[in-house]
DNA sequence: TGGTAAGTGGAGACCCCCGTCCGCTTGGCG
DNA sequence: CGCCAAGCGGACGGGGGTCTCCACTTACCA
């Protein structure tokens, strides 16, 4: 690949990301290029559809959570860890208003064993809080997906606004998932894929 | 007006709140046309825009609302008429994929005054749950608006996950809601206006 | 029953978006 | 330095959305 196309391409990825941060995902293609200085032709030839362009804009933000829980998973306090993992992805998808579209929208083809393993370490995290007496044993790990869901709608609002607002309700849903009492409706498996156009 | 025109409105108005729940507020004029058996331009000749269709359609919702909090005054025990009217709002929400958008889209020109008087009765709804101790002391009534953001994700799910799911985020909520004792960030502002395009 | 104004429907103007085509430009190797 | 394939950009096709225009139909009153 030549140079001047390496660096074009490069622009286009930081552009698209910035865009799809402050718009969301139906930001238009042609808007994506301009912004890059280049042409929609040379756009479409780096990424031949805009889904692709998502799928590869967004990589980064998914290795950026699987990184939140392996890390959590080393906390030796359980339940520190579960909350800081949804609190630190919260927040990243509070600022991000492509990232819950980006999530269900390119999940589904693209990523499955990205997606797998991040469930699979989500699982083990749950366990081990539940295990330390502190995560109440009814939660479930859909209950994460329910949260990136309720918590994906803030990221309508200004960033500052959705940021203060997504940290409110975080806080709220943790101090219900801690041990307690109270008998909740059933887990309801919720899947990511279920989220229609 | 005219019998058939008269009659014509309502059926549109009926097959524009069917569609607008099971499709979200993106349907096509042409489709609700289409579905009502009337051509675009009559559909056109009684609204003037679609915005306008949408906001007829959703006032009787709003009145609905309105009524959920009136009743709630009314019940004895404070703490189950809050939870009562948060449960059927977000009951009604997680049913109708439009109600969210017409909430927030239809809102900031019409129907100011009703919102501000169901602004001030759920006021009072939370100002006797907290005098009863039943609500914790620092929730904020802009909690409201951030629970409706929330759960009004959720409606992008298939109805019948959807109402699973929302029922088990508002019971999460409200435990939560309940009066207890750890401190939480402070309360959002959010208001309805501020949700973007 | 007949006139007329209100009502109607479908074609199409206009706009925006995705993705393609094609003639021009340019990096970089021999 | 010269060549040429890789790279480029803008115009354009196709589809789908909102809303308008206009010739035709129909309810309803006298």
């Known amino acids: 690949m030549r140079a001047d196309a390496k660096e074009n391409r490069a622009r286009v990825l930081t552009v698209a990301r910035e865009l799809f941060a402050e718009r969301g995902l139906e930001v238009p293609m042609a808007a994506i ?8 032709a040379t756009l479409y030839r780096r ?19 699987q990184a939140f829980i392996d ?6 306090d359980p339940w520190r860890g579960f909350c800081t993992v949804i609190e630190k ?11 819950t579209a980006a999530f269900t929208a ?22 081990r809080a539940k295990d330390s007496g502190q995560l109440r044993a009814d939660f479930s790990p859909h209950d994460l997906t329910l949260v990136l869901i309720a918590n994906g709608g803030l990221s ?3 960033v ?38």
């Open 106 to 127: 390119s999940f589904p083809d693209l990523h499955t064993e990205v997606r797998d393993r991040t469930w699979q370490d989500f699982g083990a995290l749950v366990r």
């Open 156 to 158: 309508s609002l200004p």
């Open 71 to 76: 890390e959590a998973l080393k906390d030796p």
């Open 160 to 197: 500052e606004i959705a940021t203060a607002a997504s940290q409110r309700l975080v806080a709220y849903l943790l101090e219900s998932f801690r041990a307690g009492t109270d008998v909740l409706p059933p887990p309801v498996p919720v899947s990511l894929d279920l989220v229609l156009g």
């Open 33 to 40: 290029a301009r912004r890059a200085g280049v042409g929609v």
């Open 89 to 99: 992805v919260c927040r990243l998808q509070a600022c991000d208003r492509g990232f």
């Open 47 to 65: 990424f031949p559809t805009k889904e692709s362009l998502v799928a590869e804009a967004f990589t980064e933000q998914f290795a950026v959570c």
